[in-house]
């Protein structure tokens, strides 16, 4: 009988056993009778119930009490930048096309230059800030009438939206603030309507 060859539950020779880290080794004929019950491996190397991989609860753990969603509160900071951004972007575009159509008759020099460059910078402060007012405004609205009601809803998004326009407006006189409450409502209903 030869010497190298093991039996069943036998560990091979080599390196793995001078460290003791052998683990037994069994041949395809012992192996063949063993059933894999309600196994499906994803691969002939993977004896892996694919199963365990599929994960059918939340991957991230929430404090004891905690919403699943986003409230006004954390939404506020993401609103107000975005708006601050989005007027930036489009108050440098309009400063643009303003510096551009401004100073058509000139030639390109460094007095032209910097008009434009000028108008892009004012333009995009002046964007940005506006914009930025509106969305502080809307997500303090917001924030206060879902604390005060208790509830997050949609009629926080219209009424949100209505003050916010109304507020904004109240320097335009009486008709000035109806006509900002009306825009700003019909903003926070095309905010309800959108599809989650």
């Known amino acids: 009988m030869d010497n190298n060859a093991t039996g069943a539950g036998g560990s091979r020779g080599g390196l793995g056993g001078l460290f003791g880290g052998a683990s ?3 041949s395809n004929s012992e192996l063949a009778g063993v059933p894999l019950s309600g196994m499906s491996p994803l691969s002939p190397y993977l004896n892996v119930d694919p199963r365990y991989l599929t994960q059918e609860s939340d991957e991230f753990i929430l404090p004891t009490g905690a919403n699943k969603t986003r409230g006004r509160f954390e939404l506020a900071f993401f609103t107000i930048g975005g708006c601050c951004i989005t007027g930036a972007a489009f108050g440098a575009v309009n400063g643009l096309r303003m510096g551009l159509a401004e100073t058509r008759d000139m030639a390109w020099s460094k007095p032209r230059n910097v008009q434009i460059l000028n108008l892009v910078t004012r333009q995009g402060a002046t964007w940005a800030n506006t914009l930025g007012s509106v969305a502080l405004l ?8 879902e604390m005060a009601r208790g509830a997050e809803d949609d009629i926080n998004t219209v009424a949100a939206g209505t003050l916010t326009g109304i507020l904004y407006k109240s320097t335009g006189g009486l008709r ?3 006509r900002g409450g009306l825009a700003g409502g019909r903003v926070g209903g095309t905010e309800v309507r959108k599809p989650q």
């Not at 809307?138 to 009438?145: D, E, L, T, W």
């Open 24 to 26: 037994p080794e069994y």
């Open 138 to 145: 809307y997500s303090a609205f917001g924030v206060v009438i």
């Open 176 to 178: 000035g603030a109806a």
